[in-house]
């Protein structure tokens, strides 16, 4: 196993101790389809008690950090250096179709610049992590983006509404974190879309950049209506001039 930090050893006993808490909800998901109700402020309450478990880990660790989390919002601590970035339930929709594609996304931002990410999926228990200047990794296996070189032979990820489609081949998942985590792992040649929340992207850009991948410049102290590109380096620059006014 690759050696890792204090901060990321912290950042994955708490998202592995919220994720036995979604693993069991989700198994509940199902019944609740039929209901008349339906899953939905099932759901909710989930996200809330994954972020709640997981905000009280990195507090007994770091009690002065702050946070900016998908439920909370941004909260200031005495320490305003270190931030931790946190959406509970990545692909909330998927989650409450009972669909296994969603994830836990934890990133900690440090004077200003993302230094460590994790993106878990517990359903299929694939845990990926990045630190800064250390690689990306995946279940504790190194990884690194595709070396796909040809836009035709690549398959992308979006989400949201594409207004000008391109003549590439495409898809949509459900779960931005995964779509960043895959294009880290070379199982997406890239993605792209408009309209992103900071704690979407946040641990998936430090997973890209470790793993030899390319970003657009992300302003990190704006949290929603981010855009944002990503893909290998190979094709980034045929990449940004196919999606010019995306």
Same mark, same amino acid.
């Given at each position: 196993?690759?050696?890792? %930090?204090?901060?990321?050893?912290?950042?994955?006993?708490?998202?592995?101790?919220?994720?036995?808490?979604?693993?069991?909800?989700?198994?509940?998901?199902?019944?609740?389809?039929?209901?008349? =109700?339906?899953?939905?402020? &099932?759901?909710?309450?989930?996200?809330?008690?994954?972020? =709640?478990?997981?905000?009280?880990?990195?507090? =007994?660790?770091?009690?002065?950090? *702050?946070?900016?989390?998908?439920?909370? @919002?941004?909260?200031?601590?005495?320490?305003?250096?270190?931030?931790?970035?946190?959406?509970?339930?990545?692909?909330?929709?998927?989650?409450?179709?009972?669909?296994?594609?969603?994830?836990? %996304?934890?990133?900690?931002? %440090?004077?200003?610049?993302?230094?460590?990410?994790?993106?878990?999926?517990?359903?299929?228990?694939?845990? &990926?992590?990045?630190? =800064?200047?250390?690689?990306? &990794?995946?279940?504790?296996?190194?990884?690194?983006?595709?070396?796909?070189?040809?836009?035709?032979?690549?398959?992308?990820?979006?989400?949201?509404?594409?207004?000008?489609?391109?003549? &590439?081949?495409?898809?949509? *998942?459900?779960?931005?974190?995964?779509?960043?985590?895959?294009?880290?792992?070379?199982?997406?040649?890239?993605?792209?879309?408009?309209?992103?929340?900071?704690?979407?992207?946040?641990?998936?850009?430090?997973?890209?950049?470790?793993? @030899?991948?390319?970003?657009?410049?992300?302003?990190? *102290?704006?949290?929603?209506?981010?855009?944002?590109?990503?893909?290998?380096?190979?094709? *980034?620059?045929?990449?940004?001039?196919?999606?010019?006014?995306?």
């Amino acid at each position: 196993m690759n050696s890792i %930090s204090a901060n990321l050893n912290i950042m994955i006993k708490a998202s592995e101790k919220a994720s036995k808490l979604l693993i069991r909800d989700f198994g509940e998901i199902e019944k609740l389809q039929v209901s008349k =109700k339906g899953p939905k402020d &099932f759901v909710t309450n989930a996200d809330l008690k994954a972020e =709640k478990i997981i905000i009280e880990e990195l507090k =007994k660790a770091r009690p002065n950090y *702050s946070f900016i989390t998908e439920e909370n @919002g941004i909260k200031i601590n005495k320490d305003k250096n270190n931030t931790w970035i946190l959406d509970p339930i990545d692909g909330t929709i998927n989650f409450l179709h009972g669909i296994p594609h969603f994830a836990i %996304s934890l990133a900690l931002k %440090s004077h200003g610049e993302i230094t460590t990410g994790l993106i878990f999926d517990p359903i299929k228990n694939e845990m &990926f992590y990045a630190e =800064k200047n250390n690689g990306a &990794f995946f279940n504790n296996q190194r990884i690194r983006v595709s070396k796909r070189n040809n836009i035709d032979e690549c398959l992308f990820v979006t989400e949201g509404e594409v207004k000008n489609k391109p003549d &590439f081949l495409y898809r949509k *998942s459900g779960c931005a974190a995964l779509n960043l985590a895959y294009v880290a792992a070379g199982r997406y040649d890239g993605y792209f879309q408009h309209n992103l929340n900071i704690w979407d992207i946040a641990a998936g850009l430090i997973l890209v950049n470790e793993a @030899g991948g390319v970003t657009n410049e992300i302003d990190l *102290s704006t949290t929603k209506n981010i855009k944002l590109i990503a893909s290998n380096a190979y094709i *980034s620059t045929k990449l940004v001039k196919k999606l010019d006014n995306f």
